[in-house]
């Protein structure tokens, strides 16, 4: 347990220690931070991904939701068609920014300490899930990517793997990505009627493609009598003449409290 955790009223002094370190990281970390949008999308498109964008789940208020929608198109706005050139960054709160009333952000659903909650912004989150699925299958370099420390719902109606997801609190917990390559990378994201939709396009062709997986899912009840669910995240990379795995790599190792009925439990 953190200090602000123990006094609350230590929460808005850390909150604003923790803002002020990242605007003085921005300014002199020395990355070249992305920020042009091509009004014409490049010709390759290297992957694609759709989130559903309403989902029932226990404890979570459908209101919530359907306004997580107005968040999701407000930021989406802000990613679509930004270019990410070799040696560029991509940071989510950089290119996003601060989710406030006043730039049109409602109340949608956040996660706190593991259970939904009311929150201006809520719901963002799903965009820096799908955009990192998409840098997964990229040779983007992800730099940083914070996860929720709790598994707060059961896997019905879940697409991606458990543990893949990214938690963004503008604007010190972010998910930042570097292109180390010599490839022109452009992100293109919307929301549609039912879905968020991402794709990452590319100015060439890429000589491999990629899979991701989740192995070793389980569930263990501790001496604390807390559930805890954990598994790894792997990454196969596939030469796309041969269609044959040329290496594979340990992405994260995943450990979480469950916060749901064990009668939920995938096992």
Known sequence: MTLSQRHPWLRPVAVLAHRSRRRVRWLTCGAEWASYRSPADLPVRAHRHASLLLRRLDGA??????????NLRLASARVDRLVIRPGETFSFNKVVGDCTRRKGYIEGMRLSDGAPVPGVGGGICQLANLLHWMFLHSPLTVLERSEHSFDPFPDHGRVL????????????????????TATTFQLRTWVGERHLHGELRADRELPVSYAVEARGERFETGADGLVRRSNEIWRTVIDRRTGRPVAEELVRRNRAVVKYAAGHLVR
């Open 61 to 70: 208020d459908m209101a919530l939701q359907h306004n997580k929608v107005v």
């Open 161 to 180: 793997p458990w543990g893949v997801g990214c938690t963004i609190v503008y604007n010190y917990v972010d998910l930042v990505v570097r292109n180390d």
